[in-house]
């Protein structure tokens, strides 16, 4: 099969799989607390055709590919039983919240495939994944899958602290003490301070040896660990972006078109890389796929519980009052304030959309 289609098509299943996941979350969360849905919905309204009906819910396939919804029984009326507003609101907060639980627990299951075919990380021991050309670590010979043992006579026992050491050794020399196969060789290298911060002072990619997995098991707990931290980092991206931790050019915004490029080259470069090149020498497969996959149903399930109007995230702020202080914000204002804000959110995506279209991100996977 052209690389190129099975890139398509892997994108429309994924970005189609994570939506619906998320809708699906609402739609059985609501059934369970005992408040009826009206309508799933695929994409946004105005409604193409009716796919069929199922216990009272009309499934429903839509004009605007944007998402999906679901159209609980009595949104905006406390007086309609069964309905939304009829429900307690811990049970309206679990129906909210059920979406965003539906992509992490993808993204956790994601990396449990990940960590089943890559291995476990060992956070305790630091790897150097790759050398620049003509940078102080191949100067001092420092090479690809050496394990840093010691670095100024101290154990190496995380990234975070070896880096800290090259920082306090900027142009001085740096005694280090590597691990390469069966050998335990010692170094020196001398931090450069008048190299870019891209390119680090030392210029090495770090990472965690992998030890290989037993279990299925064995993969859970550093999964939901995996996928809290890079939410984390996730939700921090914009303070990181204002101190200028993190540079605009390193965290844009991918709209359709950009996420459909990206999936086209993930797909080409975990197929490629299964396969034998020239000289029929093994190469490591790269998992590209995969990490796009946590990518965007995390940002999926995060973005949609932040507090803005229309999102779940907002519909959970108007709830609060009631569930600590059982004061109900008048239902036909919530609604009002939601309406006017999806309509906001429909105009602003479109336009996004568009822009993304005529202008995608341009990047090329390492």
Known sequence: MNLNLLGGLTFVAVFAGI????????????????????????????????????????????????GGFNRWKGEDDPEIKGGFYAAKPWKRLIALMAGSIMNLAIAVLAFSILYNQVGIPDPTRVQILDVSPNSPAQIAGLKMDDVVLTADLQKITSIDQFR??????LDRNLSITVQRGQEVLDLVVIPDSKRSAD????????????????????????SFRATYV????????????????????????????????????????????REPNNNNAPQIPTNYTLTGIISLTLSLGIVNLLP???????????????????KRISPKYESMIHGAAFLILIVFLGYFYIADFIHPVSFLLP
């Open 230 to 273: 890079t939410g984390r980092e996730l939700l921090s991206l914009p303070g990181r972006l204002i101190a200028g931790v993190v540079k605009p050019s390193e965290a844009q915004l991918l709209g359709p078109r950009s996420i459909w490029n990206l999936f086209q080259q993930s797909v080409t470069r975990d197929v490629q890389s």
């Open 308 to 326: 803005i109007p229309a999102l779940d995230g907002g519909r959970i702020l108007f709830l609060l009052p009631e569930l600590f202080f059982r």
């Open 19 to 66: 939506i619906l996941t998320h809708e699906l979350g609402h739609f059985v969360a609501a059934r369970l607390v005992g408040i009826e849905v009206e309508e799933f919905g695929v994409g946004f309204p105005p409604r193409l055709l009716t796919l069929f009906t199922w216990k009272g819910t009309k499934f429903t396939l839509n004009l605007i590919p944007l």
């Open 164 to 169: 800290s050491l090259i920082a306090s050794h």
């Open 199 to 222: 390119a680090g002072a030392t210029g090495v990619l770090l990472g965690n040896t992998l030890n290989p997995v037993h279990s299925w098991l064995e993969t859970i707990p550093i």
